[in-house]
Nanobody, 119 residues
C-alpha cells in the first residue's frame, strides 16, 4: 500500500513563510511527477506547482516567484517552500504523485494540510 504523508502546514502572518513536505512510502517502483494542489473554501482544487523526476518544474502564475518546489528522489519526498504568503494563499494543500507500483501506474493523493495566512 502506498501512502503520501504531508506536513508543515499552519497559521502564518501575511508576508511570512512556510515549508510543506510530502513523503511517499510503500511499495513504490518509481515516481514520475510530484506536485502540490490547493483548495480554498468554495473553490475548485487547483495546481500550485509540480516537478518531474528529472527536475522540470511548473508553477501556477499566482505563485511564481514566491513558491519553490523541490524533491529528494532518494527519499521519495517533495517540498514546497512558500514565501511572501498572502491571505489568498489560504487553503488546504494536497500532495500528489504519479507513481508506479508493481506493473501499474497510479495517481495518489495525500490527506491535505491546512495553510492559513492571517494577521
Amino acid at each position: 500500500q502506498v501512502q503520501l504523508v504531508e506536513s508543515g502546514g499552519g497559521l502564518v502572518q501575511p508576508g511570512g513563510s512556510l515549508r510543506l513536505s510530502c513523503a511517499a512510502s510503500g511499495s513504490i517502483f518509481s515516481i514520475y511527477a510530484m506536485g502540490w494542489y490547493r483548495q480554498a473554501p468554495g473553490k475548485q482544487r487547483e495546481l500550485v506547482a509540480a516537478i518531474t523526476s528529472g527536475g522540470s518544474t511548473h508553477y501556477a502564475d499566482s505563485v511564481k516567484g514566491r513558491f519553490t518546489i523541490s524533491r529528494d528522489n532518494a527519499k521519495n519526498t517533495v517540498y514546497l517552500q512558500m514565501n511572501s504568503l498572502n491571505p489568498e494563499d489560504t487553503a488546504v494543500y494536497y500532495c500528489n504523485a504519479d507513481l508506479q507500483a508493481g506493473q501499474e501506474w497510479y495517481v495518489y493523493w495525500g490527506q491535505g494540510t491546512q495553510v492559513a495566512v492571517s494577521s
